[in-house]
Structures are given as C-alpha cells and as structure tokens.
C-alpha cells in the first residue's frame, strides 16, 4: 500500500524526476519568451542505430534546453548558461529563421525584385537537398550492401 520510502523522511521513487521536469519548463518558458517563433521550427530526429537505438533531438529548444541544464550542473548561474547558449545558438536560430522567411516569401517585402527572391528560394531549395542527401547516403549504401549480400 505504501511506499517503502514513506516514513523515513525523503520523498519516495520519482519525485526527484518531477523536480527536473519542472525546472526545464520553466528553462524553456524563458527560451520562448525570448525566441517565440522557434516553436513553429520544424523538429528533426536522429535515429543512431548503434547499440542502444539512441534518438537525439536536433529542435533548436530541446539542444538550449540540454546544454543550459550542463552548464548549471557546473556551477553556473541560470542567467550566465542562458547567455552562453543563446550566444552559441543565436547564429544558428538566426540562420533558420532567415530561409523560413524566404521560403515564405516574406523576403520580397525587402525591396527585392521576384527574381531575386525566386534566385534565392531555388537556391535554399537545392541546399536543403544537397543536405537531405548528405543525410541519406548511409541508409542507401546499407541497403545496397544488404542486397548485394542477399545475392
């Protein structure tokens, strides 16, 4: 009926974890009170097949959250990690945002001619596959190698 923890004075199995969870909401309430629009940002996965199957989250959110929580394990202070990892993430969120707003045409309210805009989402357009590729190329090549090993 009872925990086997409950009357020796620490919370029992778990509580610890609601802690945690806690304070990384409220780490990424000031994240999005800071960045908004990075909820709307597309979430990528990582499937690492090696022992273990880890997935790694790559949302801009997830990796603030994590690498604020390492650098507070270390001593420093809420608002110090916060700098730091805003100051290491900022060029890469700016970045994102950037081809989202030429992917949605809101470059062309810049002055730019259609031409120009049409140059530059062609261009985001082939990078974004060059990098899906890039991405892609080990699962073609097991595949490949599976097959042949098949024959």
Known sequence: MFSPSAFLGYPG???HLKDRQDNDMQLLAKFY???PEVKYFPQGT???TG???VV???HPASVFVKKQRALISKGYSEYKAFEIVEEELGKQINQHKEELRVLRGLAGQT???YLDRFQQVAELESSLKVKRMERDIPKYLRAQNEWVQDL
């Open 51 to 53: 022992f273990g199957g």
């Open 111 to 113: 002055g730019q001619s």
């Open 33 to 35: 009170r800071k960045y």
């Open 13 to 15: 199995r778990g509580a």
């Open 46 to 48: 990582r499937l690492n």
């Open 56 to 58: 790694e989250i790559t």
